[in-house]
């Protein structure tokens, strides 16, 4: 093999050589046992090296020492069944110039058939700018999910001190009506607090896993509501439902009404009372939200129009698409939702 200047017509490039030597990347002939056989204007450029003088060194010499040992094994596997391939999948690969210093790279290998045997084709691509970019977007990624979660937390904080405070002034009062809506102001932003403590409790940030969200909002919406001599027990049987920040408020309201009707209505005279929750999934992207007691019953005629709550858990049904119905039970009621797909973009207003 010539080497360094083959193919030239009288000092002139002929029409594939001009390629080989012009490619804009490095570019190797190597043969089998790891010798570099060409090397075009650019390898000599990138490397740091002079015209024609990487020709004849191994490609060990190219790589970074650390990896060398191991790449020798590689060449042998890669000669056993040569084909087209990236080199190193998944690796973050080296090159190494004259001067020692490295830069990452990607490196493509193309095996081919020649006159004077196989040889591989190795396409070298300097990566370091798209690694740079790569990380620039990584920490940008990073600062926002940080930025993202430290809302969560003070809007999941704002509204704790908001209930907190009807709370607060619920104790200045011993007006009954006055104490019953400070008291479900207070129930009502604190399903809403629990949202956002749930969204930067989780790594996507973007959605609330809502058995998990359902089961503390009942359990804690049972810890604090005053049954007054009543011993309510809470079960569950709850399918995992992912939901947004936009499904999870109007759905963490609606369960808030459903559970406070509940502890408020269905066992009035009575010493103990099971509640259930049930959350199925139905269809692809729906879900049923169910809660049960085995209180009293509705009366007949509990609707839209009956009270502030059912008002509300209707408005907010409409908005997520679905349906609510209290539907009567043989002991008790099933307060249910349903929605037959769970889809982005559904806005909160209950103005
Ligand atoms: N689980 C239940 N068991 C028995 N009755 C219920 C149940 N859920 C709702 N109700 C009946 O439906 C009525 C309307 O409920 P709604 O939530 O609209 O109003 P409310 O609870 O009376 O007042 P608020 O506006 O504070 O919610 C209730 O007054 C109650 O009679
Ligand atoms: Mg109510």
């Not at 430290?150 to 999941?156: A, F, L, M, N, Q």
């Not at 810890?223 to 809470?234: K, M």
């Amino acid at each position: 093999m010539d080497g360094g200047a083959p193919g030239r017509h009288g000092g002139r490039l002929d029409y594939y050589q001009l390629i080989f030597e012009r490619a804009p990347d490095p570019t190797f002939v190597v043969d089998p046992g790891g010798r570099i056989d060409r090397a075009n204007d650019q390898a000599a450029r990138v490397f740091g090296y002079g015209a024609g003088e990487l020709v004849g060194l191994s490609v060990e010499d190219v790589i970074p020492e650390r990896f060398r040992a191991r790449h020798v094994a590689h060449r042998a596997a890669f000669w056993s069944g040569p084909r087209l391939r990236p080199m190193g999948q998944g690796l973050k690969l080296a090159a190494r110039r004259k001067d020692g210093s490295e830069f990452p790279a990607d490196i493509m290998l193309s095996p081919i058939a020649t006159a004077h045997g196989q040889l591989v084709l190795v396409v070298v691509r300097d990566v370091t700018e798209r690694q740079l970019a790569e990380q620039r977007l990584l920490d940008s990624l990073r600062e926002k999910e940080a930025l993202l979660k430290e809302i969560h937390h003070r809007v999941k904080n704002n509204l704790a001190v908001m209930s907190s405070l009807f709370y607060l002034e619920s104790r200045h009062t011993q007006d009954a009506t006055t104490l019953k809506i400070l008291q479900e102001s207070q129930d009502r932003v604190r399903a809403m607090a629990m949202v956002h403590e749930a969204l930067y409790q989780t790594d996507s940030l973007a959605a609330v896993d809502f058995a998990e969200y359902a089961r503390s909002l009942c359990d804690r919406l049972l810890g604090t509501y005053r049954t007054e001599g009543v011993a309510v027990r809470l079960s569950s049987a709850l399918e995992p439902v992912q939901v947004t920040v936009e499904q999870a408020i109007p759905l963490g309201l609606i369960l808030n009404e459903m559970m406070t009707n509940a502890l408020k209505h269905a066992f009035a005279g009575r010493r103990a009372g099971e509640v259930r929750l049930q959350l199925e999934r139905v269809s692809p992207s729906g879900c049923e939200l169910s809660l049960l007691d085995d209180g009293v019953g509705a009366p007949g005629g509990a609707g839209e129009s009956s009270g502030f709550g059912l008002r509300l858990i209707h408005l907010l049904a409409r908005q997520l698409g679905g349906e609510f119905e209290l539907v009567p039970l043989a002991r008790g009621t099933q307060a249910r939702l349903r929605v037959p797909a769970l889809t982005p973009a559904v806005t909160v207003d209950v103005a």
